[in-house]
Every structure is written in structure tokens, then in C-alpha cells.
């Protein structure tokens, strides 16, 4: 079983509308990472958090650590949102805190 | 600032060949990693490095080697290449361990 799993693993939506992905992990973590990956393209870090809620624009993650769950939110989504959104968290074991650990990533298309 | 600089962008190469990917940043971060990602998978490290002089192993290290003689730069070394090393390979550094994470454009390679 994979240490990070999201879902869903494909979402399509209409311009507009509220966009949830999720990411469980099941190992203890020092902060979980929300990352961002336009087709062909290279990878954005979007988002660091170890605690509660950050927002930037039109995005927001939360984290609940004793449910060891993760959302990202897009709000009034758009195309050009369209893209792969990857959850990575930083184990809490021995030390290796600066490996990041991968979910597979959730493509999302958001059709105009 | 450049951030991430990863060359080349693009590489066929024959089975048994060798090559460098190239990798450096100007950001003075510590922590560099070499990922690479396969269609449908998550981001596999494969070596990483916490400093000038001091590499590891990550999760796939077999037909890679590394070295890392300066903060900035981090090469990562396919010797024989086989099909089995197609994929997309990432560079990304950090300033501080479990950190953000920077990542480079990428390096499409086909072993043919």
C-alpha cells in the first residue's frame, strides 16, 4: 500500500465550480507538500503546511494530522487551473525528514 | 535568480550509452534531490545530497551514481543505459531539511 494516496486519481469539472482533492497518508509526518504540474511542464510547489488551514488566491489547504487527511480547494475554478496536483509528505522517522514521500497525483481538466 | 537549472531538456539515447544529467541552482540550498517520474507512477528519488561532498541513496539508485564537489551543482550519472531508465527525470533543492522544495524544468530521457 502506498505511504500517500489521493483522490480522485482523475477529476473533470465545468469552469466555475469548487474543486476538492484529497491525500491520506498513513505514516507520521513533520508537513505535508501540495505541488502543482502543468502537462509538459515542470513542478510548482503550491503549498507547505504542518497544521490547520493556508489559503493563496484561489487555492486552500488544510491538513488534519490526527486523521493524517489533507484537501486542497480550488475555488471558481478555470482552465488554466487544469493541471496534475501532487501530494508529498516529509516522514517523521529517523531523521529523513527532507525525503518527500509521493502520492500519484490527481489530474484535473477544467473545461471552459 | 535562475532557481533550478536542469540541461539538457531532451535526450535519446542507445542501450549501453552513458550520460550526465545536468543539475545546479543559485539559491544556496543545502539539500539537493534527484527524482524521476514514470507515467502513472510518483516521483521515485533517486540519490540526494544534504551538502557539498555528502550524497545518498534514495528509493531506485541502481544505474545512477552522483557526485556533489559544490552547493550549486549536483550531476547525476547514467551508466549502460537500459530501457527500463525512460522517464522524466527532476532536480529540486531545498534550504532547510523538510523544506519547500524547488524543482528544475526536467530531463525527458528515451533509452532506445
Known amino acids: 500500500k502506498n505511504e500517500v494516496e489521493q483522490s480522485p486519481q482523475n477529476l473533470t469539472a465545468q469552469e466555475g465550480e469548487f474543486i476538492t482533492i484529497n491525500c491520506s497518508y498513513s505514516?507520521?509526518?513533520?508537513?505535508l507538500h501540495w505541488l502543482q504540474q502543468h502537462p509538459g511542464g515542470g513542478i510548482v510547489s503550491l503549498f507547505m503546511l504542518s497544521s490547520g488551514k493556508k489559503k493563496h488566491g484561489r487555492l486552500i489547504a488544510t491538513i488534519n494530522i490526527q486523521e493524517k487527511h489533507s484537501s486542497l480547494h480550488i475555488t471558481a475554478s478555470h482552465p488554466r487551473d487544469s493541471a496534475v496536483y501532487i501530494c508529498?509528505?516529509?516522514?517523521?522517522?529517523?531523521?529523513?525528514?527532507?525525503?518527500?514521500?509521493f502520492g500519484k497525483g490527481t489530474l484535473l481538466t477544467v473545461n471552459p | 535568480n535562475a532557481g533550478v537549472t536542469q540541461t539538457p531538456k531532451f535526450r535519446i539515447l542507445k542501450i549501453g550509452q552513458s550520460m550526465t544529467l545536468q543539475c545546479a541552482q543559485d539559491?544556496?540550498?543545502?539539500?539537493m534531490y534527484w527524482y524521476r517520474q514514470d507515467p502513472g507512477m510518483g516521483l521515485k528519488l533517486i540519490y540526494y545530497?544534504?551538502?557539498?561532498?555528502?550524497?545518498d541513496k534514495g528509493e531506485v539508485p541502481n544505474g545512477y551514481n552522483v557526485s556533489r564537489s559544490t552547493t550549486e551543482d549536483f550531476p547525476l550519472r547514467l551508466e549502460l543505459a537500459a530501457p527500463s531508465q525512460t522517464s522524466v527525470y527532476f532536480c529540486?533543492?531545498?534550504?532547510?531539511?523538510?523544506?519547500?522544495?524547488?524543482f528544475g524544468p526536467g530531463t525527458r530521457l528515451t533509452v532506445l
Open positions: 508529498a509528505v516529509s516522514p517523521n522517522s529517523g531523521g529523513s525528514n527532507y525525503k518527500l514521500t
Open positions: 529540486a533543492s531545498s534550504s532547510n531539511r523538510g523544506g519547500e522544495q524547488f
Open positions: 539559491m544556496n540550498h543545502n539539500y
Open positions: 545530497s544534504v551538502g557539498a561532498g555528502i550524497t
Open positions: 505514516v507520521g509526518i513533520s508537513a
